[in-house]
């Protein structure tokens, strides 16, 4: 087999066999567990380096490092993993956060202390994470997509704060309840559309066939299904309360890995499958989806107003940005998808960050109570600066990743696709331009009270630990993406415009 056959599997299961190595290893060999989980992310992190270098960017709306294999011939189900130009940048988002978690963990365990299987779990968690991007089969891409779910329950549940038991069954079901849906609308497309050859599972077969033989009220029936199983994990206004629950509760790696990474599984979902697959129902949901969009920008914009925890109100803020997210997606222009793909990634970086600095916040003052803190730029100041650039780039500042996930997805919604209500989304269009503005407001409070004035007095003699070698080799590269992505954003929008294109042009996009 070539290498562009295999590279895809290595991708998604070398992690895995890391995590049987870690298993294997006996609990008081702390030292070699680390080192085989940075080996193993690291290893995982170089085939991804691989892909991207031989990944034809001329050619990124078509499947490349394609396998189609025999899988289960009872359902016609097939081992079928690829990749474009619109799971790339995901694929590669979630291995480099997966091998920055790991450094950054390296001192930073938490209690109960056994990062044997606080690691294996993470390693678990990857393999899930880099399926869903390339699975090319709708069961196959449910089970990658179940995977998360219990490493995730098992992290918050063991390592999390004071009302994990509470954050950690929410958290699974109400996820659980969403793929159940899902799995619903996955059965009835496999029984229901006309594909040429038969039933499949074949996401590629079943996105070319559009729904054909689907009347318009079956189609909505079966995109309430996929809508239910994505708007859950992404999550979407109304059905967002187990995020900050379990965000607040999470470790802090457990929170990275959750706002960079899982909730990209729900927004990709849409763009992957509910769209290509049931164009016409996409056209009679997507007003509702701009809709819900919008209210969740807003409500998570005031929602983060009223925190008195720094974690917490970084995770309303996640519910803000989601829904920029979702609006672009909604517009069904490969303009508004351009931007939501582009704002996924900014959103993962920048509040993967955002929750990084909480977790070294509460490190080092044993609290994130947001009246407790601040003075951290007196006492920690490279801290508090990095704290002030995320904080810049999270309320979409020009220059900085976050402006091109919101303003094109805001503007995307000016002129929406032919067949929806122009008059609706340019109404939601000036309602999200207000979201920012909140945004702003909530942003710049978080860092006043965290990072300016003098530390409270219970603090003045702390002795403060600013940025150590762990975090900065941790958190360097996302500052520099973040950076970078915002100063050269044709970098990501190059790579996936041909993909996009070829959704959008579905809808006359």
Not at 200 to 222: K, Y
Not at 383 to 389: D, R
Request: hydrophobic letters at 55%; one cysteine or more.
């Amino acid at each position: 087999m070539e290498w562009s056959e295999w590279a895809l599997s290595l991708a998604v299961f070398l992690p895995g066999v890391g995590a049987l190595i870690v298993m294997l290893i006996p609990r008081a060999e702390e030292q070699l567990i680390k080192t085989v989980a940075l080996v193993t992310t690291l290893a995982t992190f170089g085939v991804v380096v691989g892909i991207l270098a031989d990944f034809d960017y001329d050619r990124s709306g078509e499947l490349q490092f394609e396998l189609n294999n025999r899988w289960i011939d009872v359902i016609n189900s097939r081992y079928h993993v690829a990749i474009d130009g619109i799971s790339l940048p995901l694929l590669a988002l979630s291995a480099f956060v997966t091998l920055l978690c790991v450094i950054y963990s390296w001192n930073h365990f938490p209690e109960p202390h056994n990062p044997k299987a606080f690691l294996a779990l993470m390693l678990v968690l990857e393999v899930g994470m880099n399926g869903t991007f390339v699975a090319q089969d709708l069961i196959l891409f449910f089970i990658f997509f179940e995977v998360v779910l219990l490493p995730m329950f098992f992290m918050i549940g063991v390592w999390g704060g004071p009302n994990r038991e509470y954050a950690s069954i929410k958290f699974f079901l109400f996820t659980l309840f969403g793929s159940a849906m899902m799995l619903l609308g996955f059965l009835a497309l496999y029984f229901k559309v006309d594909v040429p050859g038969g039933n499949t599972f074949d996401m590629v077969a079943l996105s070319e066939a559009a729904g054909a033989g689907l009347t318009r009220g079956t189609a909505n029936l079966i995109f309430a299904g996929l809508f239910l199983g994505f708007a859950i994990k992404v999550p979407m206004f109304p059905f967002h309360t187990w995020l900050p629950d379990a965000h607040t509760e999470a470790p802090t790696v457990g929170s990275v890995l959750l706002a960079a990474i899982l909730l990209k599984l729900g927004t990709y979902g849409f763009v992957r499958i509910a769209l290509p697959m049931l164009p016409d129902a996409a056209e009679d949901w997507a007003p509702w989806i701009g809709l819900l969009a919008v209210i969740g920008i807003v409500y998570g914009a005031l929602g983060c107003l009223a925190q008195s925890d720094m974690k917490r109100l970084i995770a309303f803020s996640s519910v803000a940005h989601m829904g920029f997210v979702m609006l672009g997606i909604a517009t069904l222009t490969d303009f508004g998808i351009n931007a939501a793909i582009f704002g996924m990634v900014a959103h993962g970086l920048i509040t993967g960050m955002l929750f990084f600095l909480a977790g070294s916040v509460q490190h080092n003052f044993h609290t994130r109570e947001l009246s407790r803190l601040g003075g951290l730029l007196v006492q920690a100041p490279k801290m508090g600066w990095i704290l002030g650039f995320c904080a810049m780039a999270s309320l979409g500042l020009p220059g900085l990743a976050g402006f091109w996930g919101e303003f094109p997805a805001i503007l995307s919604a000016f002129s929406p696709a032919e067949g929806l209500p122009v008059e609706t989304f340019r109404t939601y269009m000036v309602v999200a331009a207000i979201g920012t503005v909140l945004a702003a407001g909530y942003l710049l409070w978080m860092l006043q009270k965290v990072a300016f004035g003098t530390p409270k007095p219970e603090f003045e003699h702390a002795h403060v630990h600013d940025v150590n070698a762990y975090e900065w080799t941790a958190w360097l590269p996302m500052l520099v993406l973040i950076l970078v992505l915002g100063i050269f954003p044709n970098l990501l929008f190059g790579v996936t415009d041909d993909a996009v294109t070829q959704i959008a042009n579905v809808f006359g996009g």
